[in-house]
């Protein structure tokens, strides 16, 4: 299955993001306010990335109830989610004004969309899969560290991630991977792993990028 054999070829790398100082530093409530709130305004700006590529991966599809998926999940990646952010932001303090989009940021949210508008659709699906599977296997790893979420700085992130309705969602997402797998050709299954492989990347690349406040290098060059 095409799932199983993701999973285990990224094993090593869902050790590093579940190993990850900011990932730790979530799980324990010690990670630092100005590190979560660089996350949550980076995070915003993908879901909406993240969104479109949901609702393109709609229209493409052929079976009406992967259609209806796709579409319920692109109105809760800007609805529910966001409504998440939402309080973190009033929370924290963090509005993002004046905080540039991260290079980590914009290339993942690039990546995503490109293969929404030029790929087949079996590999839209396996570009979205890595962000509904690993947030859930995380948040699931954390709630289970945590155990009582009471007073926990960042309970709602967790909750939400490791949420059995949210655990459905991943499942039906596997499901549509896996079936568009077994009936590709080759070379759209070879395809499906490498955009599986290049967004689990991103996905460590966003977390570590949130840790060290990503900035752009050449910012002291151009003029504001």
Known sequence: MFCDDMWQRTAELMKAIHDHPFNVA?????????????????????LEAF???LATASARAGDPAEAAFYAQSAHTALAAERLLHAGYV??????????ATSPTCLAYASFLQATALTAPYPVIAAAVLP????YQDVGTALLGRAGDLDGHPYGKWISTYSDPGFAASVEQAKAVADRLAAAAGPDTRAAMERAYCRAAAYEWMF????????????ERWLAP
């Open 26 to 46: 979530l799980g324990d409530g010690t990670l630092e306010p100005d590190r979560f709130a660089f996350y949550i305004v980076q995070d915003g700006r993908y």
């Open 51 to 53: 969104s479109k590529t």
């Open 90 to 99: 009033a929370e924290l303090g963090a509005d993002g004004e004046g905080v």
């Open 131 to 134: 962000c509904f599977w690993i």
């Open 207 to 218: 977390w570590d990028s949130a840790w060290r406040r990503e900035t752009w290098p050449t």
